[in-house]
């Protein structure tokens, strides 16, 4: 009598590889860019977080500046973003984000009539820059 073989082929084997391999080229790249944006996303909050801290700073003092160029809120910190703020006079501002270590590449600021813009995204520099915040692909 014959004994009956039990398990999978070589080829069998191979395919299912294969299939497992298509299929992790499509996610890891779309799971890529979903933690890319909620890490813009975190940096953009605080932008705005900070923009109505200094609005409240405004309210109180009649200036956006606590002294020379330093504004009377400074925004918190945030990972993979460098925040800051510069006061141009005592009624001006600009906040910016800057992208740090895996985020280098991406720049966005916010001033005080709240005109937010893009400078850098994917690390294609805009000149001039955009006037909006690109978080995902070319859309505001």
Same mark, same amino acid.
């Given at each position: 009598?014959?004994?009956?073989?039990?398990?999978?082929?070589?080829?069998?084997?191979?395919?299912?590889?294969?299939?497992?391999?298509?299929?992790?080229?499509?996610?890891?790249?779309?799971?890529?860019?979903?933690?890319?944006?909620?890490?813009?996303?975190?940096?953009?909050?605080? =932008? &705005?977080? !900070?923009?109505?801290?200094?609005?409240?700073? +405004?309210?109180?003092?009649?200036?956006?500046?606590? $002294?020379? #160029? %330093?504004?009377?809120?400074?925004?918190?910190?945030?990972?993979?973003?460098?925040?800051?703020?510069?006061?141009?006079?005592?009624?001006?501002?600009? =906040? &910016?984000? !800057?992208?740090?270590?895996?985020?280098?590449? +991406?720049?966005?600021?916010?001033?005080?009539?709240? $005109?937010? #813009? %893009?400078?850098?995204?994917?690390?294609?520099?805009?000149?001039?820059?955009?006037?909006?915040?690109?978080?995902?692909?070319?859309?505001?």
């Amino acid at each position: 009598m014959r004994k009956a073989w039990a398990g999978f082929t070589l080829i069998e084997l191979l395919i299912a590889i294969v299939v497992v391999a298509i299929l992790m080229s499509l996610a890891v790249p779309a799971y890529q860019d979903y933690v890319r944006r909620s890490r813009i996303n975190a940096a953009l909050a605080q =932008l &705005s977080q !900070t923009r109505v801290s200094l609005e409240q700073y +405004y309210a109180d003092n009649r200036s956006y500046a606590a $002294s020379g #160029t %330093t504004c009377g809120a400074t925004p918190s910190s945030v990972d993979y973003f460098t925040l800051a703020c510069t006061a141009s006079g005592s009624t001006g501002y600009t =906040l &910016s984000a !800057t992208g740090a270590t895996v985020m280098a590449g +991406y720049d966005y600021s916010l001033d005080q009539s709240n $005109s937010k #813009t %893009t400078s850098k995204y994917k690390g294609t520099t805009y000149s001039p820059v955009k006037a909006c915040w690109y978080i995902k692909g070319d859309e505001c």
